[in-house]
Structure formats: C-alpha cells, structure tokens
C-alpha cells in the first residue's frame, strides 16, 4: 500500500498571508495526486487533482505543484474562509490520504 | 443536480453489524461508481472500497475484507455498505462518494452528507 505523510500537522497564519502544505507519498504517484479542504462537519471539498489543475469553482490562489513522491499545496494571500483541515490523496493505486494539516486564522 | 443522501445516524452494540445507504439523484447511477470513505472522530480520511454501479463488482481495501460487503439496487438507484462485526473503534462518519465509471479512481466531486455510525454498549 502507498503512504502518505503531510507536514506541518498544523499551521496558524494571518490573514494575507502565504502559506506552503507538503505531501509526500512512499513510492513514485507520477501526479495522480489531489488536495481537499474539509470544514468541520461537512464532507470534504475538492481543491486541486493530478497535482497541480484547479477544479472549478476554487479560487485561484489555491494552486499545486510537485510529482512522482513530494508535492505541495500553496494558498497565496489567506483569507478568513481558508480555515480547516487540508488532506492529499493518492489514486494512482487505489486511494490513501494523507493525515491532514489544520489551518488556523491567527 | 447531483445528489447523494446518505441514511441517519446509527448507534450500533459491539459485535452487530451496519447497513448504511446512499441515495443517488440527479444523473445516471449505473455510469459511476460509489466510492466509501470513513473518518473517525477527530481523525483523518480512511478509504474503505468501491462498487460499480453498474456491474455490482467491489473492490475493498485490505483492512476491510471480510467484514465490508458492498451492494446496490439499481431499480432505486442506491448502495448500501454493510460493515460487520464491529468494535469501538469502528466508530466514525461513512461517506460515499462518486466517481466516474471510466475513471473510477479519479477524486470525487459529489459525497454524501455523511452517516454517523457509534458503536456503543
């Protein structure tokens, strides 16, 4: 099975601010990676797939880059509305998410 | 609009069994495939298996063989995921979610609202 690991657990950031969330997968995912936002209570909401495309409707300052084991997940100039827990996925076998990273709004 | 609509909350004793559904609307349900994902409280995103709408064929993550068992009705456009003998830590919300047929790995733009499950005695 492919692991992933997520770095920082937890992150707090000022509004404006540029903050970096890194995903790392045990083997070589080529991009077949995603990022989601989840809110408390709610189910989760997609961000950005195959590592770096944008899906519909989310705001261009989310972006994503990497490949085969290490990727990120960039939010420039954080708004209020960025807070949660984020989580990559893997789905080049099956899917594994990562353990999340909290972002708090200082 | 795609919708999916998940059963309500359970609280279940330890050593029973569980059957949560999931409710499609709004497209065409033997053209996806309905992925599960659990979340235990607190926790993170733990994926449980797949079903083919479609076909019936599942496809269960390692952890879960044996006591998962994945099924639909087409003539109501719903599936359901049964989990069996179950412990406290079994406790979690259940979502399912769907995937293309033609690319059913591919991440999930629709989930349920999601189904409280508390294995309590």
């Known amino acids: 099975d492919i692991q992933m690991t997520q770095s920082p657990s937890t992150l707090s950031a000022s509004v404006g601010d540029r903050v970096t969330i890194t995903c790392r997968a045990s083997?070589?995912?080529?991009?077949?990676l995603a990022w989601y936002q989840q809110k408390p209570g709610k189910a989760p909401n997609l961000l950005i797939y195959?590592?770096?495309i944008l899906q519909s409707g989310v705001p261009s300052r989310f972006s994503g880059s990497g490949s085969g084991t290490e990727f990120t997940l960039t939010i420039s100039n954080l708004q209020p509305d960025d807070f949660g827990t984020y989580y990559c996925?893997?789905?080049?076998?099956?899917?594994?998410f990562g353990p999340g990273t909290n972002v708090e709004i200082k | 609009q795609v919708q999916l609509m998940q059963s309500g909350a359970e609280v279940v004793k330890p050593g029973a069994s569980v059957k949560v559904s999931c409710k499609a609307s709004?497209?065409?349900?033997?053209?996806?495939?309905l992925q599960w994902v659990r979340q235990a409280p607190g926790q993170g995103l733990e994926w449980m298996g797949w079903?083919?709408?479609?076909?019936?064929?599942?496809n269960y993550a390692q952890k879960f063989q044996g006591r998962v068992t994945m099924t639909r009705d087409t003539s109501i456009s719903t599936a359901y995921m049964e989990l069996s003998r179950l412990r406290s830590d079994d406790t979690a919300i259940y979502y399912c979610?769907?995937?293309?047929?033609?690319?059913?790995?591919?991440?999930?733009?629709?989930w349920g609202q999601g189904t409280l499950v508390t294995v309590s005695s």
């Open positions: 979610a769907r995937v293309p047929s033609y690319d059913f790995l591919s991440p999930p733009r629709s």
């Open positions: 709004g497209y065409t349900f033997s053209d996806y495939f």
């Open positions: 079903i083919n709408s479609k076909s019936g064929g599942t």
């Open positions: 083997q070589s995912i080529t991009r077949w």
């Open positions: 195959k590592a770096s």
């Open positions: 996925q893997q789905y080049e076998n099956n899917w594994t």
